[in-house]
């Protein structure tokens, strides 16, 4: 029986939301890897706000800064208006996170989300170049907005803007073919030949593992031939780090491992900490190109977000221990699914992702969906991806201790047991 708060949420809020769907319960309270709806059921938060809140909800560090902050009347909005906590911000970005990793990079405040950050860096690329083309790949998913729709391969999302998205290029992704084909071999075909209607484009923009498209992590060998595509061409790579990033798959950025540097990052989700919207388009000194004013936006100044940013630079990111709890519990949580598929051949299941964003596509039609559900009946939220729903996605708070991370993937293995007893009907 539907609460009177569910009541009123499904009789006044519009049709297009979705994740009030896939959990149907009120919530009233969070904390760390939990939360709780307003019967008093405890559940364990595989989701994380989809990758805005790597260090889970009401974050200790962060809320007293916050709390602090609040109390004693600090600016709240101010565009971008110079500010103590906004510089305090970029200062530790660049001491905490830019120079020990040897990047220079300048940083744009284009709005509060990750559309925002995507849509600057488009923007940027056919400004600095002067083409109009965009090369984006299969199962990319980049934002709502039209011009991070237009890079957005998922038809569903695409056929909600109404108008026709164009000056894009789709090209496959790393491993979507036939797993024969060379995708770059592919895609250079297309730069290479004068007939192929392919112009040379201004940019490049992908993300290193594909999120909402599936959880598919591109290898480090592909990304480091875009780059080297990029380079040849003149053409800038925008790597879109806003669900990858801060730590999610095991390093500040997703890219770090496989040795590049991109001309272009956009970062948004968990850079703030808290959950509180905050983005950033990272570039290349030459590429600052702006004039002032030239892109911008209201709250493009959310000084509770640079305060609560700031705090979790300086307490996770000074040096590598989080960074080897993150890998150590990704080893653990990739043993694990790796242990499911061979357990239960019936869900004809394969790993994906990397670090802390991983999954396990289904080719059993409807039964990560059905995983999904189960979980949530049984205290786990957790969401699924890909074009066809295929996957069903793990997503712990970064900061989740064992016994959480855990009691989680038994409740996983839970549902699959109970799932493969009862096959998944139509």
């Not at 009233?28 to 989701?47: A, L």
């Not at 592919?186 to 940019?203: H, K, R, T």
Request: with cysteine; charged share 25%; hydrophobic share 35%.
């Amino acid at each position: 029986m539907e609460t009177p708060k569910m009541e009123t949420i499904k009789s006044l809020e519009s049709k297009v939301r979705s994740y009030s769907r896939s959990f149907p319960t009120v919530f009233t309270k969070s904390k760390g890897h939990k939360m709780w709806d307003e019967e008093g059921n405890e559940y364990i938060d595989f989701f994380s706000g989809a990758g805005a809140l790597n260090y889970g909800h009401n974050n200790d560090v962060m809320k007293s800064e916050l709390v602090d902050y609040i109390s004693n009347d600090g600016v709240t909005h101010s565009l971008d208006m110079a500010t103590e906590k906004r510089a305090e911000f970029l200062q530790t970005l660049n001491d905490v996170i830019l120079k020990p990793r040897n990047l220079d990079y300048r940083v744009m405040f284009p709005g509060p989300t990750g559309t925002n950050t995507v849509e600057s860096a488009l923007k940027l690329a056919r400004k600095y170049t002067g083409r109009t083309d965009i090369i984006s790949f299969t199962n990319g998913f980049h934002g709502m907005t039209i011009g991070s729709l237009s890079v957005t391969g998922n038809a569903a999302k695409r056929n909600g803007a109404g108008i026709p998205l164009t000056n894009v290029v789709h090209m496959p992704y790393d491993d979507f073919m036939d797993g024969k084909t060379d995708t770059l071999d592919y895609l250079e075909q297309f730069l290479e030949n004068g007939g192929s209607g392919v112009d040379i484009p201004a940019g490049i923009i992908l993300e290193t593992v594909q999120g909402e498209g599936g959880i598919n992590a591109a290898r480090f060998e592909w990304l480091q031939r875009v780059e080297d595509i990029c380079k040849r061409w003149g053409i800038l790579l925008i790597v879109d780090d806003v669900q990858a990033g801060i730590g999610r798959t095991g390093t500040f950025f997703s890219f770090e491992e496989a040795g590049i540097t991109p001309d272009v990052v956009c970062l948004s989700k968990s850079l703030s900490g808290y959950g509180s919207p905050l983005a950033i388009t990272l570039f290349r000194p030459e590429l600052d190109i702006w004039g002032p004013g030239e892109h911008n936006g209201t709250f493009r100044g959310n000084n509770h977000a640079f305060v609560t940013a700031t705090a979790a630079l300086n307490h996770y990111w000074k040096d590598n221990a989080f960074e080897q709890s993150i890998k150590k519990k990704s080893k653990r949580t990739h043993e694990f699914l790796q242990e499911l598929t061979k357990k239960y051949p019936e869900m004809k299941g394969t790993v994906c992702g990397r670090g802390l964003m991983v999954g396990i596509s289904s080719e059993v039609e409807g039964f990560s969906e059905k995983v999904a559900e189960e979980s949530f009946n049984k205290g786990l939220v957790m969401e699924t991806a890909g074009p066809d729903d295929e996957v069903f996605k793990l997503f712990p708070p970064l900061t989740i201790d064992e016994e959480g991370l855990e009691k989680g993937l038994s409740i996983i293995e839970e549902s699959i047991k109970k799932l493969v007893k009862e096959p998944v009907t139509q």
